[in-house]
């Protein structure tokens, strides 16, 4: 097991990372820029941190899980100058390519061992441990990270050495993810005067049926949406994906259509939703 990690960033991911680290026996010190989001984890057996730099202080193991790179960076500035000689900074959020690469930087100018590590799951898998992590970074640090990772993860899937190979793999999983619930939202929206239900039993129990399709389809035919990947966050994603891949001169049209979907979803009121209420942006009236 490692030593004592410390979880930047409590929301509802980083939250149910800080519960499973608990929960696998690991020491725990939390820190969230809303105290009242990390108090839970006290009485849960974790340290509660002043800030992001009393955090590091003790551990030899650092995640952060923040929103983006910007707001990472700022939280990292001044607690980089407060690792411990030897302790190993792994990156879970998704922060795009050139993101990685700031942040990348920022450890290797402080000195600090860095692993890119983006996790593929919402807040349920991420509470149970049941979590995709795909990290990428030095060979030599992987077996002290390792522990880490099956707290939280039940596969991890090492796609290279150094920062962003994790990330790219991430990015592609994302762009299929939202791509996917975009054709199943129009799919349940009454094209060509379907029954949603009837479409549902159409794909059920064979090669169609996409268990992350089945789980999405309940909520949007329910127009019920409790968030377990918000969908401002998956819009976010979407926009990485569109940044990175204009970087490399392709073009993706349907995660564009997609990406103008969740948009026009958040701006019905639907940000804080889960990413299923994309329906929302084609539903009938």
């Not at 990372?17 to 984890?41: K, Y």
């Not at 000689?85 to 920022?106: F, H, N, R």
């Not at 999983?173 to 005067?193: E, F, Q, S």
Request: glycine residues 10%; proline residues 6%.
């Amino acid at each position: 097991m490692a030593g004592r990690v410390a979880v930047v960033g409590t929301g509802l991911m980083g939250f149910a990372i800080a519960h499973s680290l608990l929960s696998s026996g690991h020491l725990v010190t939390v820190w969230n820029r809303t105290r009242l989001r990390a108090e839970p984890l006290e009485a849960e057996g974790a340290e509660l941190a002043a800030s992001a730099g009393e955090a590091v202080q003790e551990a030899s193991v650092v995640i952060t899980m923040l929103p983006d790179a910007e707001s990472t960076a700022q939280v990292m500035a001044d607690a980089l100058t407060k690792f411990r000689p030897g302790a190993v900074w792994v990156q879970l959020g998704t922060v795009g390519m050139s993101g990685i690469q700031d942040l990348a930087a920022m450890a290797a100018a402080a000195g600090v061992a860095f692993v890119d590590a983006p996790v593929s799951g919402s807040r349920e898998p991420a509470q149970a441990g049941e979590l995709l992590i795909l990290a990428s970074g030095p060979a030599s640090i992987r077996a002290e990270v390792q522990p880490v990772f099956d707290a939280v993860g039940r596969t991890t899937i090492w796609a290279g050495e150094g920062a962003g190979p994790a990330t790219a793999l991430k990015l592609v999983v994302n762009d299929w993810l939202i791509n996917l619930l975009g054709c199943l939202g129009k799919a349940l929206a009454g094209t060509l005067g379907v029954d949603p239900k009837r479409f549902l039993e159409a794909i059920s129990g064979g090669p169609l049926a996409a268990p992350i399709a089945q789980t999405k389809a309940v909520l949007m035919v329910d127009q019920n949406f409790p968030p377990s990947f918000p969908l401002h966050l998956a819009e976010k994603d979407a926009e990485l994906v569109l940044q990175a891949a204009q970087e490399h001169g392709v073009d993706l049209p349907i995660t564009v259509a997609v990406t103008a979907l969740l948009a026009r979803a958040r701006s019905l009121g639907h940000g804080e939703e889960d990413v299923a209420a994309i329906y929302a942006a084609m539903a009938p009236a």
